[in-house]
């Protein structure tokens, strides 16, 4: 399973409450589904973590998710098999405008959160993203700036996202710079963040918390 890095699972106590969650599934891929909850500490002081989660069926080659209105801007997240049991999770950005393939950004500050692999045929990915809330720096910018002007509004009532994947056998490749097929499906969606909090009682969200489990 290709990781930034992994964190054991921890009982929390009192810290945090039950998040409140943001589920889409796509019509035209009703197995595949998008789910998005943020720390009220991020939302109020607009820096921070925020988590995702991408469920995908086997029968997907893989699936990606976007945040922003366009693939030029956009910080990505891609999913696919690594193995029977295990995923990879690859955070890509365009280098180009959008007019090839995203690349493997190694400047996300993404986590593969226990739960994460292969069970019943379904590929599951649960992320804490802590360099979303704009664009991420990319290799040939300076690790200071991001590469684009994009920017998340935590507690946004209706943000857009994107969404795509493709039809095919499972790449069982755990190299998160793998080169991947044309999307045969993808859409749109906009999601209500304002719907998607969960309070912390501290100033900082324990860093194993996984609000998908």
């Known amino acids: 399973m290709y990781i ?15 998040a409140d969650i943001v589920t889409y599934s796509p019509p035209t891929e009703p197995g595949l589904s998008y789910s998005l909850t943020i720390p009220n500490t991020t939302t109020a ?3 921070g973590p925020i988590y995702l989660q991408i ?11 976007g945040q922003g209105a366009e693939m030029a801007s956009a910080n990505l997240f891609i999913l696919w098999a690594a193995s029977s049991t295990d995923v990879t999770l690859s955070p890509r950005s365009s280098l180009d ?15 593969l959160l226990p739960g994460s692999g292969i069970k019943n045929d379904v590929m599951t990915a649960n ?20 590469s684009s002007a994009y920017t998340l509004d935590p507690k946004g009532t209706s ?5 795509a994947s493709f039809t ?8 998160p710079s793998a080169d991947l097929a044309m999307h045969d499906d993808k859409g749109t969606m906009q ?7 969960f309070a912390v009682s501290g100033d900082t969200t324990d860093p194993s918390y996984n609000p998908f489990q």
């Open 127 to 146: 992320i804490r993203c802590d360099n979303c809330l704009s664009a991420w720096p990319t290799p040939s910018a300076p690790s200071s700036e991001p």
């Open 97 to 111: 405008g959008g007019q090839s393939e995203p690349q493997y950004n190694a400047l996300a500050n993404v986590t």
């Open 4 to 18: 930034s890095h992994i964190l054991p699972a921890v009982a929390l106590g009192s810290a945090l409450a039950t």
């Open 55 to 65: 469920t995908a069926p086997t029968t997907l080659q893989w699936a990606s998710l």
């Open 45 to 47: 002081t607009n820096s």
């Open 159 to 163: 943000t857009p996202w994107f969404w």
């Open 168 to 175: 095919g056998p499972p790449l069982n490749n755990p190299d």
């Open 191 to 197: 999601l209500d963040l304002s719907r998607a909090q």
